[in-house]
């Protein structure tokens, strides 16, 4: 995707054909294609997040009595699906590679689809060379838990459908959200951020380079008060777990800890305390500490991780926020004030906010 509005040049592939548009109808490379809300759920891949920006602003201009109305209406929902890390329906295939793969290149030169293409070997330069580095980077196991990103897409995708569908409706995707949608979508996002990067520390490979990030923590049990407070005195002094921050902490080092969700954590609890010991060493206290099979032991080799993100609980809490929006007196001017807290958010929301 290139140019915009009258140079604006689109080609597209899928299943095995390559169409190509120009101008402000360029949008019919994709209405070729079968892309429409009558069929099933695409996946749109991509070089950039700017191709997205591009192919919006095409559909954003489309007529609503277009052929291409269809086309444009599922490029809106991309864009939004776009936002929540871990979904299926829009690869990036730069920031795929760059999540599996390291180069040992300066950073910035990983932030560009062509290093990738001559990395991989792929000499295709359009949409078929980015379909032959999407097939790399999508093979081998899947991270244990992304089923729930599956199941998301498929509902967002049922509702569009639905929404689009209703001749009652005055629902427009073009328009802006109102702020009730706003805040569900802004929800929405913040719940995906938080559960991929919860899946992610589920990764042997990632919880060992965020061991020295301070993100997970690894150290010996050097103190157990009663039953329900454990001392850990970590190896290392980077440490970003938080007082009050739910933990769970398995046996052995980050490389062997178990996928994100695991039924049976060792500990269970939240920080309480941290200090630094006469010997410069950070012990952290887990309060409310519950530990399975057995009570823990001094000298025992423990790893902490954030308490792992449950989908479904989050998926009940967007259904409680979803019905009192939805009811007629607001509950925000009743009752005790919300508690501030700390969010993951995705970072193209906050760099839209910020602009």
């Known amino acids: 995707m290139t140019g915009a509005g009258e140079t604006a040049l689109l ?4 299943l095995g054909s390559v169409t190509t548009a120009t101008g402000p109808d360029a949008l ?5 294609l079968g892309v429409s809300l009558a069929g099933e759920l695409r996946t749109l891949v991509i070089p950039d997040r700017s191709t997205v920006s591009h192919l919006v ?3 954003r201009a489309t007529d609503r009595g277009s052929p291409c109305a269809d086309a444009a209406a599922v490029v809106g929902w991309w864009d939004q699906r776009a936002d929540h890390p871990g979904s299926g329906a829009v690869l990036n ?3 795929a590679c760059s999540a599996r793969w390291v180069l040992g290149v300066p950073p910035t030169r990983e932030r560009h689809v062509e290093v990738w293409r001559q990395w991989l070997g792929v000499a295709d330069h359009g949409p078929r060379g980015l379909l032959e580095m999407a097939a790399p ?6 991270l244990p838990g992304l089923e729930a990103f599956v199941e998301d897409d498929q509902r967002s995708w049922e509702a569009l459908r639905l929404r689009l569908a209703d001749k009652s409706s005055r629902w427009d995707w073009r328009a802006r959200d109102s702020r009730r949608e706003a805040a569900l979508g802004l929800a929405t996002r913040c719940d995906a951020a938080e559960l991929y990067e919860s899946l992610r520390l589920g990764d042997p490979l990632v919880a060992t380079r965020e061991s020295f990030s301070g993100t997970v923590v690894t150290g010996m049990v050097t103190a157990v008060q009663g039953r329900s407070v454990v001392e850990l005195t970590l190896d290392h002094l980077a440490c970003r777990l938080r007082e009050q921050t739910e933990v769970e902490g398995f046996p052995g080092f980050p490389r062997d800890l178990p996928p994100a969700g695991s039924r049976t954590p060792f500990v269970h609890g939240r920080v309480t305390a941290t200090r630094v010991a006469p010997d410069e060493r950070l012990v952290i206290s887990i309060g409310d500490a519950i530990v399975r099979p057995g009570p823990a032991r001094a000298g025992q080799r423990l790893t902490l991780r954030p308490r792992s993100i449950d989908p479904r609980q989050q998926r009940s809490g967007r259904q409680e926020l979803h019905r009192r929006y939805a009811a007629r007196r607001s509950w925000l001017s009743g009752g005790a004030a919300p508690t501030p807290q700390r969010r993951d958010v995705p970072f193209d929301v906050v760099v839209a906010a910020a602009e």
């Not at 080609?11 to 899928?14: I, T």
């Not at 019919?28 to 070729?32: A, G, Q």
């Open 11 to 14: 080609q597209a592939e899928g």
């Open 28 to 32: 019919e490379s994709l209405t070729r």
């Open 57 to 59: 602003e095409l559909a």
């Open 93 to 95: 295939v730069t920031v």
């Open 137 to 142: 980077v999508s093979s081998g196991q899947t």
